[in-house]
């Protein structure tokens, strides 16, 4: 199960993501591909945040 901050993600309350295009069309990219769950790594703040997004295998 994937967590976040050693907190079951099943177990947190619903939050938006807004996100630049950048990361949006690689979302949408790994969803086209069949991949509907992924651990998504935050790196930085602000205009320096970047993402690291893997998709998960069952």
């Known amino acids: 199960m994937a ?3 050693n907190i079951p993600l099943n177990e947190k309350e ?5 996100l630049n295009a950048t ?3 690689e979302v949408i990219r ?6 509907f769950i992924m651990n998504i790594t935050r790196h ?3 205009l320096k945040t970047t993402y690291d997004i893997e998709p998960l295998i069952d």
């Not at 619903?14 to 807004?18: F, K, V």
């Not at 790994?30 to 991949?35: I, M, P, V």
Request: no cysteine.
């Open 3 to 5: 967590t976040n901050n």
């Open 14 to 18: 619903e939050q938006e993501w807004t």
């Open 23 to 25: 990361v949006a069309t």
């Open 30 to 35: 790994w969803l086209s591909k069949g991949y």
């Open 44 to 46: 930085g703040t602000d």
